[in-house]
């Protein structure tokens, strides 16, 4: 199995967290999300751990919530002593509901309206990271109307493109995000931000993309902020205190995706880190990083059931679900891999290639091809693997479906931290 967390129990269905999953769709009705809360405190547990031991203090891993945002999930961040970043004022919302701690809340998004700002100054949020001169600007002047000096980093681009989907990397310099080094841009915002009286520029942050799969693109990423660490200190006098490495750890979603060690990435990063800040002459900064995917992808499991079925001889064989592109779009948007099986029929051989396919009212509403089965019928629970990261997060209206549960498991227990939305409260805005 691609995770350790997933297995076949004696009456030959699938286990998650080692619960039946047959069992779970019948309780709870599909489509179903399923989280595994153990996974997610074991992934957290693994970069705090590893980001402790091998950096400065203060140092710590950042949940990145947009991967997956739901009240608890801010309580188990807590809980294990991750900070958080948020990208909208919905996230912080949600985070503040949780009452989770806002010094340790970061604030991204490269188009923080007026009013984010506002309403995160007016929150006490820790950290904004400030993506480009016209919000270093706009927070300067916020917090100064709330007389106070507010915290930030200040988004770079490295210019790394990090070979993965063209859509999810975002450290190059002709990226939407941050402010590029190699234009001498990033010079001059640092020493505009220096000048602002209500704002500390605490130091720098960079992400360079997503689902990477070994450290390279961090070294990379770490060894031209570094460098510009120490060019900046020696012309400006500004020595960064804080260095953001982002996101980006990759995640085994099918068979032939690496295994990953993600203790032993972060050593290799700190190894390198350390190495360059000697070479630079530059002290050893505290180190954030921020993942999402990689602390929740594996923690996630998708039930559906299978309505109608249509194999048309010589072409294609369809199994219809019941989600589809509303509750998962990754699919559609980035043709992603994802691992299937039929959770009532676990142990049995698969004999058939089958498109997976939602029940959108639009041709492209997949959730995967050439998937092999055993023979698929009316009534079969479809399980989509890996699904904890981007998908409910992801997840829309389309066609007016109601989003589905999210359903914790945890020590052979199972809870609702989100419930199953109804009819009504799909209408409930509607005038
Ligand atoms: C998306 C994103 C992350 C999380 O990336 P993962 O690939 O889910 O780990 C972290 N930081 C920033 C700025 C992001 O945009």
Known sequence: MICNNIGINEKGRLTFAGQDTVELAAQYSTPLYLIDENKVREKMRIYVNALKEN?????????SSKALCFKKIYGIAADENMGVDVVSPGELYTALEAGFPMDMVYFQGNNKTDADI????????????????DELDAIDEIAAKHGIVQKILLRLTPGIDPHTH?????GKVDSKFGIAIETGQAEEAIKIALTKKNVELCGYHCHIGSQTFDCKPFTDGAEIMLKFIAHIKEVCGYE????????GMGVKYVESDPDIDYS??????????????????????????EPGRSIVADAGMTLYTIGSTKEIPG???YVSIDGGMTDNPRYTLYESAYTIALANKAAET???????????????????????????????????MTTGAYNYSMASHYNRLPKPPVVMLKDGESYV?????TFADLVRNDL
Not at 166 to 170: E, L, P, Y
Not at 240 to 247: E, F, M, Q, R
Not at 264 to 289: T, Y
Not at 353 to 370: F, N
């Open 166 to 170: 063209a859509k999810i990397s975002t």
């Open 118 to 133: 506002e309403f995160a100054i007016e929150s006490k949020i820790g950290y904004f990271i400030c993506d480009n001169l």
């Open 55 to 63: 950096f400065p203090e203060g140092s710590m891993p950042l949940y």
């Open 417 to 421: 931290a989100v419930r199953r939305e």
């Open 264 to 289: 032993a990435n972060i050593k290799a990063i700190a190894d390198v880190i350390k190495k360059q800040c000697k070479d630079f002459g530059i002290n050893m900064p505290i180190v954030l990083m």
């Open 315 to 317: 072409y294609k064989n």
């Open 350 to 384: 698969p004999v058939k290639e089958y498109t997976v396919g939602g029940r959108c009212c639009e041709s492209g509403d997949l959730i995967q091809e050439h998937v092999m089965l055993p023979q698929a019928k009316k009534g079969d629970i479809l399980a989509v």
């Open 240 to 247: 960064a205190k804080i260095l953001n490495l982002g996101g």
